[in-house]
């Protein structure tokens, strides 16, 4: 990786930081980086700067990562977290590495720092000490669970597939589900989500992520991803990646530093355009896709990366996910060269994908905090199957009695 000036940047430690070095900041980013800059003074470089490059992406956070940070703040500036402290002071970085500029790019910076410290034999201190970085987070209020809600399309089909399978242990198996025109799957599911967006307001507290455009559009209350929206983002994406490629300038490791960076005018994106309406989703979306494996060419693959990242950054209390027909797979550079063709569908592959990611989603809404109260369901209403798990469910138990999807949603409600 080629450094542009680096003779020219006078070595900086972070005990001379002041307001002015946060100019080229993001408003929000600025006014909090300048709200910390006491504490900020007293760290060692290696955290100071891992600190930055948070705080430099503050106004792309969302409400629970901006609370975590300000927490790992607080306790930063206690007695709490001394040892972890010395624990970065040992970690020694190269006089080359030091005279670069870290203030203004901690994200370039981290990265060479993190390849140093591989060459260096220091990396599993480092590790070690930035483990000791992530504040508990804390459980949702007593009397308010998670609820996670899946929809199949139902031209996903593959025979004699066993859907659930991973599931079945877990929870309760519906076998009778009796969807009508205006009670199926999905239809009952956002009124569940539109419901509790209304009753526990909050930004980014409730989703709907679909993989292609849904059959109904939520409320502006609910924040909402679709596959097929997304397409002008991941059209440039596309031709991003491949014009890198066949240059034959980039290789992989230049290539991902891209996409870790990637900036909405990057891709063409103006403020008019409407994916940049909401600034905060619009670079999520960029994240997603450009950070994702498969999430630019697989729907289910979007869908699945998608609740994965909501569920980790933005700790919802509603999400409703939905997985509907990708394309074939073929090979990445002719899936780059027709992505403005009419694709082929593989409907047996991806009901074997969405089974997969639907079990990915299960385990992670439950590593969350207050796993115990977490609601998840899970419906195909070709197949005229639900899967749930919640308090009140037995685990390896299922039902033949007929029962509509919204049935099975007040009866999760209840319990």
């Not at 070690?128 to 209020?141: D, G, H, I, S």
């Not at 699945?304 to 209390?317: D, G, H, K």
Request: glycine share 6%; with cysteine; net charge negative.
């Amino acid at each position: 990786m080629t450094v542009v000036g680096v003779a020219a940047i006078k070595e900086r430690s972070p005990s001379s930081l002041h307001v002015e070095d946060f100019g080229t900041y993001s408003a929000g980013a600025a006014s909090f980086a300048e709200g910390q800059l006491s504490l900020l003074r007293t760290l060692p470089l290696s955290l100071c700067v891992v600190l930055l490059k948070q705080i430099s992406r503050y106004d792309t956070l969302f409400p629970a990562e901006r609370e975590d940070l300000s927490q790992l703040l607080r306790l930063l500036g206690s007695q709490q977290m001394a040892t972890t402290i010395s624990d970065f002071k040992r970690i020694v970085l190269s006089e080359d590495l030091r005279r670069r500029d870290w203030i203004r790019d901690p994200g370039r910076f981290v990265e060479e720092m993190t390849a140093e410290l591989w060459t260096s034999d220091q990396i599993d201190g480092f590790r070690q000490a930035a483990a000791q970085l992530t504040p508990p987070v804390e459980p949702p209020p007593r009397g308010i669970s998670r609820l996670m809600m899946v929809d199949f399309d139902s031209r996903l089909e593959k025979p004699n597939f066993v859907l659930f399978r991973r599931l079945l242990e877990h929870g309760t198996l519906f076998t009778n589900v009796t969807p009508g025109l205006e009670n199926d799957p999905f239809t009952a599911s956002l009124k569940i989500l539109e419901d509790r967006a209304r009753a526990q307001p909050g930004g980014y507290s409730h989703w709907l992520i679909s993989g292609d455009s849904p059959p109904q559009r939520p409320s502006s209350a609910v924040s909402a991803l679709d596959y097929k929206s997304l397409e002008p983002i991941r059209h440039g994406l596309l031709n991003l990646m491949s014009a890198a490629v066949n240059a034959g300038t980039s290789g992989p490791e230049a290539l991902r530093s891209i996409m870790m960076e990637l900036q909405p005018e990057a891709l063409g994106l103006t403020s008019s355009d409407p994916h940049t309406s909401d600034a905060l989703l619009a670079q999520f979306s960029i994240d997603l896709l450009g950070q994702g494996s498969g999430t630019q060419i697989y729907s289910t693959t979007f869908v699945q990366w998608s609740a994965r990242e909501v569920l980790r950054r933005a700790r919802p209390a509603t999400a409703l996910i939905r997985f509907t027909p990708r394309v074939l797979q073929r090979p990445t550079n002719q899936q780059w060269s027709r992505a403005d063709a009419d694709p082929d569908f593989d409907l047996a592959g991806s009901l074997v994908d969405a089974d997969m990611a639907a079990y990915y989603t299960w385990i992670n809404l439950n590593r969350m905090p207050g796993s115990n109260s977490n609601v998840f369901v899970a419906f195909h209403s070709g197949l005229r199957r639900a899967f749930a798990s919640g308090p009140g469910l037995l685990g390896g138990t299922s039902s033949d009695q007929a029962i509509s999807p919204s049935d099975i949603l007040s009866l999760l409600q209840r319990s």
